[in-house]
């Protein structure tokens, strides 16, 4: 398989990305997708939706036998209404509104987080951060940080398993919803077959960190990421509505 120059720098993108969600279990999209989408727009959101998924699928059978997949239930079960409701939202209202909203709601999530305002990790909680995942997964391309503010007090590897257990059903009914309302092609396969080798390779590379590194607290970097997540979705509903 042969790689043009810009193929090859959208390879170490994808590693790099990888690298960062499977250490902590969100931020490929978040880090991967506005650098792609510079380099070739076919990448958004289709190969980087599934290459994510991908990621989830080989985590998960890492890691099935040590899952607590009850307690993760909850969440799963609500990312399918909450998809359904923002693939309504993006038909109803304009998508800066949502990313407004949405990006302020984030912000402030991350401050009360560091208010020291944490949510226990319950059925009740873990239903609406699934739900609301669904909603701004959908919406805005960004749904792993209302699950992962949920997780913060957690250990790194529970985080990380938990979410990607989350992601591997998430993410295809978010995909479906969009489908069902005419919102989002899946192309550009050829795209996801090139860049799936920077998966595992990403995914190797964080196996390898784990034995370089004994720090298991992944709170600092959750609450980057969310941050981070919060402004990109912020600048979406500025610019949304600078064009509109």
């Given at each position: 398989m042969l790689y043009s120059p810009d193929e090859l720098l959208a390879l170490l993108i994808v590693t790099g990305g990888i690298v960062v969600q499977a250490w902590v279990g969100i931020g490929f999209g978040l880090l991967?997708?506005?650098?792609?989408?510079?380099?070739?727009?076919?990448?958004?959101?289709g190969p980087v939706l599934v290459l994510g998924w991908m990621l989830s699928i080989v985590v998960v059978l890492k890691q099935r036998h040590s899952l607590n997949w009850?307690?993760?239930?909850?969440a799963i079960v609500a990312r399918l209404p909450g998809s359904w409701?923002?693939?309504?939202?993006?038909?109803?209202?304009?998508?800066?509104?949502?990313?407004l909203f949405?990006?302020?709601?984030?912000?402030?999530?991350v401050w009360l987080s560091l208010r020291r305002?944490?949510?226990?990790?319950?059925?009740f909680s873990l239903t609406v951060a699934g739900f609301l995942s669904g909603v701004l997964g959908t919406t805005t391309s960004v749904g792993g940080p209302p699950m992962?503010?949920?997780?913060?007090?957690?250990?790194?590897?529970?985080?990380?398993?938990?979410?990607?257990?989350f992601f591997l059903i998430g993410t295809p009914l978010s995909v479906l919803m969009l489908l069902l309302n005419g919102g989002l092609e899946l192309l550009a396969p050829s795209l996801i077959l090139k860049m799936t080798p920077g998966v595992l390779l990403g995914f190797w590379l964080s196996r390898r960190l784990e034995g370089a590194f004994l720090n298991d607290n992944?709170?600092?970097?959750?609450?980057?990421?969310?941050?981070?997540?919060?402004?990109?979705?912020?600048?979406?509903?500025?610019?949304?509505?600078?064009?509109?």
């Open positions: 991967a997708a506005p650098l792609l989408y510079l380099i070739e727009p076919a990448y958004v959101p009850r307690r993760v239930l909850p409701c923002g693939a309504l939202l993006l038909v109803s209202i304009a998508p800066w509104q949502l990313s949405f990006g302020t709601a984030l912000l402030l999530a305002y944490a949510l226990a990790l319950t059925p992962a503010l949920l997780y913060q007090h957690e250990s790194r590897l529970t985080t990380r398993n938990e979410i990607a257990a992944v709170r600092p970097a959750i609450l980057l990421i969310s941050a981070l997540s919060a402004l990109v979705v912020l600048w979406q509903g500025v610019t949304g509505g600078l064009n509109g």
